[in-house]
Every structure is written in C-alpha cells, then in structure tokens.
C-alpha cells in the first residue's frame, strides 16, 4: 500500500494543513503536485490497495478549473481518498461536492472529507496564521478517526454540503498581479506560474491565462508582485465583515 499526497497549493496553506493530515496517516508519503505544469499527470496511476490525499484550495467555493483538469488526468483505479478543500475563513460553499464528483469521475473512492482553514490568499489578514496550533490539534483528531475509519474496512463515501456544480471548476480572471518598479526580474515567478501566465521578460501576467491564484505574490523575494490598492483593499474589507466570525475545521466519514 501505498500513500499518495495530490495537492493543489499555490500559496501554501492548503499543503500545511495537507500535511498535517498526511504526515499524521503514514510516515511515507508520495507528493503529486498540481502545481507543476510540465508534470504529465497521466502517468500517476494509482491501486486499489493505496490510499490518497487530494487537497485544493477553494476559490469562490469552487475547485480551481487548472487542478480539476490535472486531477482528471490521474487514474485513480478505485483507491480510496481523504478529499481535503481548504478555505479562508468566509465558506467554501460546493468546494468538497465537486471535488467528491471530480474524484470520483477520476477512479477513487472517497471514504472521509475535510474542511480547514488557511491564510486567505488574497486578504492575507483573514485568517492570518492559519492553520494554527488549534487547527493542527483538531486535523490530527481527525486523522486518528479516519485512521479507525480505514482499519474497519468501512468505505462508505462521506455525504458531503453543497452540490457539484456542472460547469468544469472554477477560475477568478480580472485579479492579475502585475510587476511593480521594485521587480528586480529574477524570474521566479514566471518558472513558478501554475499555468505559465508571466511573461519571463516583463514578469507581468497574461490576464487571459491568469487564474488569480496569487502564487506569484507568496513567493516573490522581494515583494514586487501586487494587485492594484482598489481590489485589495475593497475585497479587504468586505472579507473582513464576512469572515469576523472564526470559523473551525469540519470533518466528514
């Protein structure tokens, strides 16, 4: 048996609450990572004896369109998966229902679901800090009642809110980063783009390619990539209203 990670994490949060789930089921983990865009995901091919992480970020309480597109390209030949969305603090709305159907449409079986919490990544003072040491506290409880879930034989596939919408994933045009005086054109951000969206000589986006996941900005060195002071700070306070309430980590078997 073995034990394979999927994640979709182009700022990171999603991979640390991932991790703490994965590392907390088995000490040997395969990653796949839906990030890399020169990766040929119709090589991973899974068994029905191995056991799978699939973890994405939810984007406006969807599946990211590019790891939905990836994730359908893996053969997941009926191995069993722990389905993780990770949100920032407002809701994730139909993110596990379509990720339970995009799964399912890839061969695996679901058999428990989860919901955490991360840094938001665009108003980056929701949710700050998250997961937190409540959160790795609560996901390894988790971990210990999927474990019992696996060791009974029990595969019974989590019921899950929302519904999984028919349209293929989702995608947010209209929010690029763009390359401020202060770049100083190293071009990490352009080898790092989930979907190849940076011009390697400008360092500015493609807006018609750009997904908006804001990976760009997490990894920028120095702190050049940035979205225009309106987005950021309208989408700041608007989150800020609907996410003053904290929400907590949801686990579904």
Same mark, same amino acid.
């Given at each position: 048996?073995?034990?394979?990670?999927?994640?979709?994490?182009?700022?990171?949060?999603?991979?640390?609450?991932?991790?703490?789930?994965?590392?907390?089921?088995?000490?040997?983990?395969?990653?796949v990572?839906?990030?890399?865009?020169?990766?040929?995901?119709?090589?991973?091919?899974?068994?029905?004896?191995?056991?799978?992480?699939?973890?994405?970020?939810?984007?406006?309480?969807?599946?990211?369109?590019? $790891? *939905?597109?990836?994730? =359908?390209? #893996? !053969?997941?030949?009926?191995?069993? /998966?722990?389905? @993780?969305?990770?949100?920032?603090?407002?809701?994730?709305?139909?993110?596990?229902?379509?990720?339970?159907?995009?799964?399912?449409?890839?061969?695996?079986?679901?058999?428990?679901?989860?919901?955490?919490?991360?840094?938001?990544?665009?108003?980056?003072?929701?949710?700050?800090?998250?997961?937190?040491?409540?959160?790795?506290?609560?996901?390894?409880?988790? $971990? *210990?009642?999927?474990? =019992?879930? #696996? !060791?009974?034989?029990?595969?019974? /596939?989590?019921? @899950?809110?929302?519904?999984?919408?028919e349209?293929?994933g989702?995608?947010?045009?209209?929010?690029?980063?763009d390359?401020?005086?202060?770049?100083?054109?190293?071009?990490?951000?352009?080898?790092?783009?989930?979907?190849?969206?940076?011009?390697?000589?400008?360092?500015?986006?493609?807006?018609k390619?750009?997904?908006?996941?804001?990976?760009?900005?997490?990894?920028?060195?120095?702190?050049?990539?940035k979205?225009?002071?309106?987005?950021?700070?309208?989408?700041?306070?608007?989150?800020?209203?609907?996410?003053?309430?904290?929400?907590?980590?949801?686990?579904?078997?």
């Amino acid at each position: 048996m073995k034990f394979y990670e999927i994640i979709f994490s182009p700022t990171g949060g999603t991979k640390k609450a991932a991790d703490i789930l994965s590392r907390s089921l088995s000490e040997e983990i395969l990653e796949v990572d839906l990030c890399n865009r020169e990766a040929d995901f119709s090589k991973v091919s899974l068994s029905e004896d191995d056991i799978a992480l699939i973890a994405v970020p939810s984007y406006g309480g969807r599946v990211p369109r590019t $790891a *939905v597109e990836r994730l =359908e390209a #893996i !053969a997941g030949k009926n191995a069993r /998966v722990i389905l @993780v969305c990770v949100y920032g603090n407002r809701a994730y709305d139909n993110t596990l229902a379509e990720l339970l159907d995009v799964s399912c449409k890839a061969g695996f079986r679901p058999i428990a679901a989860v919901a955490a919490l991360a840094e938001h990544s665009i108003a980056r003072k929701v949710a700050a800090g998250r997961p937190d040491a409540e959160d790795e506290k609560c996901l390894k409880a988790m $971990a *210990v009642q999927i474990h =019992e879930k #696996i !060791a009974s034989g029990d595969t019974a /596939v989590p019921a @899950v809110p929302g519904k999984a919408p028919e349209n293929l994933g989702h995608s947010m045009p209209g929010m690029a980063p763009d390359a401020s005086p202060d770049c100083v054109k190293c071009g990490l951000c352009a080898k790092e783009c989930p979907v190849g969206a940076i011009d390697s000589v400008s360092m500015n986006p493609d807006n018609k390619k750009c997904i908006s996941c804001m990976r760009c900005i997490s990894i920028c060195p120095v702190g050049a990539k940035k979205l225009g002071r309106v987005i950021t700070s309208l989408g700041g306070v608007a989150l800020g209203v609907l996410c003053a309430t904290r929400k907590e980590c949801e686990l579904f078997l």
